[in-house]
């Protein structure tokens, strides 16, 4: 969809870009001055903006940073071997255009449970936020004693 073009969609709606419907909210602009010439020839319509469908099941690569990485190979049963090859592979992948993409690729084939690390990552990120927000109340001044 252009910029200035207004679609019909049904018998009140119109569909515009979110760019236009932004600009259709100031005075004086081109787009309101295209919006106010639609109504007046179809009144009673209302302006929607296209929304994008988003893929639930999507694979995000969140929180796999070298660190998180390396904290979930700790884990592995043969933590110490994977993490050699791991460093090797970080080496390795500095000749790369993309040096972080070659890690990546490496640990997804090396760790192909997708949701196993998902998982870990997500208690991961708890963990670390719990750990910020617990204060040790033992050892805070009461108000009696102040």
Do not use: C, H
């Amino acid at each position: 969809m252009k910029k200035n073009t207004i679609k019909i969609m049904d018998d009140n709606q119109a569909q515009v870009s979110k760019a236009f419907a932004k600009n259709a909210k100031i005075y004086g602009t081109d787009e309101y001055k295209l919006w106010r010439e639609f109504l007046a020839e179809n009144p009673g319509y209302t302006m929607t903006t296209k929304t994008i469908k988003k893929n639930p099941d999507k694979r995000t690569n969140k929180n796999l940073k070298y660190e998180n990485m390396r904290q979930f190979i700790k884990e592995q049963d043969n933590a110490e071997e994977l993490l050699r090859e791991f460093e090797k592979e970080i080496r390795m992948s500095k000749i790369q255009s993309s040096p972080y993409n070659a890690v990546l690729a490496w640990f997804l084939q090396k760790f192909g449970n997708y949701d196993s690390y998902k998982e870990f990552f997500k208690n991961l990120d708890e963990q670390k936020n719990s750990e910020t927000t617990n204060v040790n109340i033992e050892n805070m001044p009461s108000a009696a004693n102040m």
